[in-house]
Every structure is written in C-alpha cells, then in structure tokens.
C-alpha cells in the first residue's frame, strides 16, 4: 500500500464521524506539505513531527442532553458525576433557568432552549469565578452564563462573572442595537458584572486574562470551518490544562443538510466547523445535543496533530479569506507552542 495511505486509513480507524473521513482524504504527504510551507522556519521544527504523526485514538462524546427544564436537576447531577465535582446544591436553579429560558423569545439568533440548560448545568457545576465567551450577539448566552457562575458567589460581590467578546458593534440580528444589548433586560442584577468587548475577536482573551487562568471558554461566534477551531487555538493558552471549552452549533451542519433536502433550506446557511471540531475531536468530550463540551488535554503540544489535520479539511470560506484563516490559524497554532 502506498505510504500516503496507510497514514491516511491509520487517521481514519482512529476518528469518528464524518470529520474523520474529511481528516482522511486530506491526509496526503502532498497536502501535509502545503501546509507546512507556511510556518515560519523557526516554528517549523515543532509543528514538522506533529504534522505527520497519527491521531490519538478514537473518542466517543459522554451524552448528556437535557431537552426540558424538568430534567434540568437530573442532567446538572449526571454532569457533576462525570466530572468527578459534587453536585451544587442550588435550590433556586431550577426557577433562574426558567425566567432566563422566558427571556430567550426577545433575544433572535440566541442558543435554543436545551442548549440553555446545558450550559447552565455545566457551569453551575464547573463553578468558575469568571467565564469568557466569544460571539455575543445580543447577549443572551453572555446572561445565562452570567447567571450559572453567580449563583455560587455572595450577593455582595461585585466582581465580573462574564467577559464576552464580539467582532461586530451592532447585534446582527438587529441592527438598531448595540451588541449586548439584551444583558441588562435578561439578568438585571448582574448587567455591572458583564463585560462587553465589541469590535474584537478571540485574539482579545489575550487582554483580559492569565494563561491557564480559565476553567471553561464558550465559543459560538464564525461556524465555518476552520474558524471554530481557530477560536479554540486562541483560546487554548488561556485555559487551564484539562479545562473545558464549550462550543455551540455541533448538530448545525447535519441539520442543515436535512432541511434542505426537505426544501427548506436556513436562511444564513448551516456551516460544519463546529460540527466537524466536535466529532473530530480526540480528547473528553460530552454531547449536549448542538451544544458540546471539549476538554483540552493535560499539555497543549497534545493539540497540535489534531490542529493541523483540521486545517487539512478544506475551508467553508471564499479564497481569499480561506488564505488568510489559513495564516491566522498557524500564527496561533505557533503562539500556543511558544
Ligand atoms: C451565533 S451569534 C452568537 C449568539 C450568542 N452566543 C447567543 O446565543 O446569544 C454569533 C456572533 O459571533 C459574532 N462573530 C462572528 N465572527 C466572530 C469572530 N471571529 N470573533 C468574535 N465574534 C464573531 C457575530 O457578530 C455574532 O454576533
């Protein structure tokens, strides 16, 4: 068998899903080497053995969706299990889970109804002192994320529970507002806890916290394929080793594809990055139906392999920002190995 292949079978065997296959395809020594040309020659050494080194092996998701608010309190104790935390007792969940689920109908463009449960079981039991998302939007995921981390901290406390990031000033879905503009409506009480970073992208997280400070980072910002994996390369150092990242969307391509052969295709498009980065993901992971939570292994070097088979997977992006997605990602790829 030619040398190409058996690199590329030996990737396939060990992945899941169809990212796996796409790893696969492009896994010749030819595209390997394309890509390569574009790292920097002192950054080449490390990012050379990983190029070519197979894929750890495969890993299915834990699942753990929570489709309605009254399996809220179950899916919240299978989390804690399964990440080894005890399970938070926090008697007003439950009903802060329903006011902000109340809030969602103003907030278009926001997360559905049980990505909202699972991602306020999530960080209510990871209990962090502060979270970073990135893509804001109106702001509603940055409030329910809000709401999760304050639960555990005294009323008193003033300090802030959410840094969130986006590239645009106006939300999308309405241009006559502000990005963020619903955070104050949905948790009025923790509005001053909230920092809004408009005009910037993941890149900003540099600004605003310590490498390995993070327990967990929310990514739903560009769905196109490299760029959700960009994010979490930026994000990576940030993060501490073993921490999580949450990513939005990992159902959206699939999806997408059902509703066009029904003819009904989504209006702004069902792009794969988000999909493709959670099924190809190797390391811990657990499904929460379009909602997902990665966990980042012990050493980021860990990262790399997996990185540059994602960039091998062509992008859902025009030439010439493919091109340029293709330099940031190995600028950050570089940056996370320094
Ligand atoms: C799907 S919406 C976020 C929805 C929000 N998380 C919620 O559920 O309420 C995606 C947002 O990401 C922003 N965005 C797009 N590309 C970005 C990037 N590269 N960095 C940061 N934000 C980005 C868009 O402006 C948009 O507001």
Request: glycine fraction near 6%; charged fraction near 20%; include cysteine.
């Amino acid at each position: 068998m030619h040398p190409e292949r058996i690199a590329a079978d030996d990737q396939f065997e060990h992945g899941s899903g169809r990212a796996a296959e796409l790893i696969a395809q492009h896994s010749s020594w030819r595209e390997r080497l394309t890509i390569l040309r574009r790292v920097p020659p002192t950054a080449l050494p490390r990012l050379l053995g990983a190029s070519f080194a197979s894929l750890p092996r495969r890993v299915e998701p834990v699942q753990c969706e929570i489709a309605t608010l009254d399996r809220y309190q179950e899916g919240l104790t299978e989390l804690a299990r399964y990440l080894s935390c005890p399970a938070p007792a926090l008697p007003d969940a439950c009903a802060h889970v329903e006011r902000l689920l109340s809030s969602r109908g103003d907030c278009s463009g926001a997360i559905g109804a049980s990505d909202v449960l699972f991602l306020h079981a999530f960080i209510s039991v990871l209990a962090p002192d502060r979270v970073v998302e990135v893509g804001t939007l109106s702001g509603f995921s940055a409030a329910v994320l809000a709401d999760a981390v304050a639960q555990h901290q005294l009323s008193q406390s003033s300090s802030v529970v959410v840094e969130t990031i986006d590239l645009s000033q106006r939300c999308l879905t309405d241009q006559t507002k502000p990005v963020g503009f619903a955070i104050p409506q949905v948790v009025p009480g923790l509005s001053h806890r909230t920092r809004v970073h408009t005009g910037k992208d993941a890149r900003h997280v540099e600004q605003i916290a310590r490498a390995g400070e993070l327990k967990a980072v929310f990514i739903d910002a560009d769905h196109q394929h490299p760029r959700p994996t960009l994010d979490l390369i930026r994000v990576a150092r940030f993060v501490e080793p073993r921490g999580w990242i949450i990513v939005h969307d990992i159902n959206l391509g699939s999806a997408g594809e059902r509703m066009a052969a029904a003819g009904t295709p989504f209006e702004h498009g069902a792009p794969f990055g988000a999909q493709w980065l959670f099924e190809a993901w190797p390391f811990e992971k657990i499904s929460g139906g379009n909602i997902g939570a990665l966990r980042l292994p012990p050493k980021l070097r860990h990262l790399v392999s997996f990185a540059l088979a994602m960039l091998r997977i062509p992008a859902e992006l025009e030439p010439l920002p493919a091109r340029r997605t293709v330099e940031a990602f190995i600028t950050a790829l570089v940056e996370m190995t320094t």
